[in-house]
């Protein structure tokens, strides 16, 4: 019976001892090496959390100065030319463009027309504008042009050298009808200008102008073209 309660006895220390150690929960158990030993992982459920939380970019130093984007635009351009500019263009191309004209045949021309100028006033300084205006020959400008283009020579010279252009000349139809004060306005070449002036100069007497009824001195411009 002594034996017997020994035994119980001790069987119920035992069970003292296994009974915490079979309660303790189980741990998952990684083997590394070759030598044994063990290393106890516990492994636990990890949730997720709801949001995951992302640190802000850090601020550019003081002094940095953040890049501007810049659009580029194309640049319009506008057609605008000043008055005094538009003027005088014109005027240097109108002059050119007569000079300029590649011609046909052979002789020498005259302008289209004869451009008298002025105020129609005063009573010694010649007058660009009358009442009744010279008349050549009894007849209108165009005769006037049909003399000019009959007696103006080309000179040969001027020919050979391939001379050629428009003479600008003014002159003045007298009280008595002769023509005065040619001069040259603007000119081509010495044996071009001295030929125009020439052909101008020996022209018959016109019928002069009248002002209120009493002749005065009326003032012209003629362009005289060469051509060959």
Not at 104 to 117: E, N, Q, R, V
Request: net charge negative.
């Amino acid at each position: 019976v002594l034996f017997g309660g020994v035994i119980f006895s001790s069987f119920i220390g035992i069970l003292a001892v296994l009974i915490p150690f079979l309660a303790r929960p189980r741990e998952d158990r990684v083997i590394s090496g070759g030598g044994g030993y063990s290393v106890s992982v516990k492994m636990e459920n990890l949730t997720p959390p709801d949001q995951i939380y992302v640190p802000p970019a850090p601020p550019p130093p003081e002094g940095t100065k953040v890049p501007e984007t810049v659009q580029y635009v194309p640049p319009v351009v506008v057609d605008t030319v000043l008055p005094s500019q538009s003027t005088q263009v014109a005027t240097d191309i109108a002059l050119a463009s007569q000079e300029n004209v590649i011609p046909d045949g052979t002789g020498s021309g005259y302008g289209d027309s004869l451009i008298p100028g002025g105020d129609g006033s005063g009573s010694e300084e010649p007058l660009f504008l009358v009442e009744v205006m010279p008349t050549f020959k009894g007849g209108d400008l165009s005769k006037f042009r049909e003399w000019v283009a009959k007696r103006t020579n080309y000179p040969a010279a001027a020919m050979e050298n391939k001379i050629r252009g428009t003479v600008f000349l003014t002159f003045i139809v007298e009280k008595d009808g002769s023509v005065s004060n040619v001069t040259v306005l603007k000119g081509v070449h010495p044996l071009l200008d001295e030929e125009a002036v020439k052909a101008i100069s020996d022209s018959p007497k016109w019928s002069p102008g009248l002002q209120r009824g009493q002749p005065v001195r009326v003032r012209f411009q003629i362009p005289l073209t060469f051509q060959y």
